[in-house]
């Protein structure tokens, strides 16, 4: 009788043991559930990092575009800038180029009206001689070097005043011209391309 009543207390403890087991994992469990994160942070404040988070990368990434659009703001300004650089420097090498030009040419005319005047002064008798054909070839030889640069000789003779190209230094009578054309070239003007490099002296009709 002993042994059963000892038995049955045995297994009550027992049974009493494995229900206070399963209330403490029952406890752990539930507490396992209500705990926040790891990193202590709920669904919530995780939210509103992220949002917050979003908004800053937004802004940087709106900093980095605005910083580049203004370096190619000052690239394309710089490129202008040089390109009108280039373009004034160019006008200003081909405008010195012209002044130099003409400053050389207006300097070898009297040379060429020298070869004018030396040759007409030669008598009909001795034009073939080889000084003389010598000397004109020269003479002929400069004149198309300056035509290849682009100096031609100003029409004066038979052609209308031009105070533009001539310049009259006296006037004469002439009924075979109108009045106000040039009857006389005293003096060979020529011009280097579009410019006047020196203006005919001539003799006028007059009216």
């Not at 002044?99 to 207006?106: D, F, H, L, M, N």
Request: aromatic fraction near 6%; charge should be negative.
């Amino acid at each position: 009788m002993e042994e059963e009543v000892k038995q049955d207390t045995s297994e009550t403890e027992t049974q009493e043991k494995r229900n206070t087991e399963e209330c403490e994992e029952t406890a752990e469990a539930s507490a396992e559930n209500t705990e926040t994160p790891e990193d202590g942070e709920t669904s919530e404040e995780k939210d509103k990092k992220g949002f917050f988070s979003g908004r800053k990368k937004e802004k940087k990434e709106d900093a980095v575009k605005a910083q580049i659009n203004e370096l190619q703001d000052k690239v394309m300004r710089q490129m202008a800038e040089f390109e009108n650089f280039r373009k004034r420097s160019e006008k200003e090498k081909s405008a010195m180029f012209e002044t130099g030009a003409k400053s050389v040419i207006e300097k070898i005319l009297p040379v060429v009206d020298n070869f004018e005047r030396g040759l007409a002064t030669v008598p009909e008798d001795e034009k073939d001689a080889p000084f003389v054909d010598g000397m004109n070839k020269v003479y002929r030889q400069l004149l198309t070097e300056l035509e290849n640069l682009g100096v031609k000789p100003i029409e004066a003779v038979g052609k209308e005043f031009d105070p533009n190209f001539h310049n009259a230094v006296m006037q004469v009578e002439n009924d075979e011209l109108e009045p106000g054309t040039v009857a006389q070239e005293l003096l060979k003007g020529y011009m280097y391309r579009d410019t006047v490099v020196r203006h005919s002296m001539v003799a006028v009709v007059q009216e």
